[in-house]
């Protein structure tokens, strides 16, 4: 199957929360004809954070907007803007937001249609796309 080019434009897209003061905008996604890889927009509120997490594939984020700290299996670094993350499938990472009061904007890209996020403390897995409820 052979989707035609598309100009994704974040402010006209639909954000989903991801639960405390995170929410994301897919972007390239399955739904949208990828077959490769996937990406999308991560808004942190001030003060907002991720829980430590593993993906089955790579991951990069480039910082959009304002600073965050990332953990990286257990090593925290400080972020700002335009900064960017490789993390290998497997290793342990979550991105907070540094400031209690600016917000922070993500880019992320996983290296996989079939991207998966498995919380740490839970063990729980679910697909990336799922998350943002497309397929």
Do not use: K
């Amino acid at each position: 199957m052979c989707f035609e080019a598309a100009v994704l434009r974040p402010a006209e897209l639909t954000a989903f929360s991801r639960g405390g003061g995170a929410a994301t905008i897919p972007l390239v996604t399955r739904a949208r004809g990828a077959t490769v890889f996937l990406n999308g927009q991560t808004l942190f509120e001030g003060g907002a954070g991720i829980p430590l997490h593993t993906h089955n594939c790579p991951e990069s984020v480039v910082i959009l907007q304002g600073d965050a700290v990332v953990e990286i299996d257990g090593t925290e670094h400080r972020l700002t803007t335009f900064d960017t993350t490789y993390v290998d499938a497997g290793v342990p990472h979550r991105f907070r937001n540094a400031s209690a009061t600016e917000p922070m904007r993500i880019l992320w890209t996983y290296a996989s249609v079939e991207a998966t996020r498995t919380i740490v403390e839970t063990g729980v897995t679910t697909r990336v796309d799922a998350e943002h409820h497309r397929s």
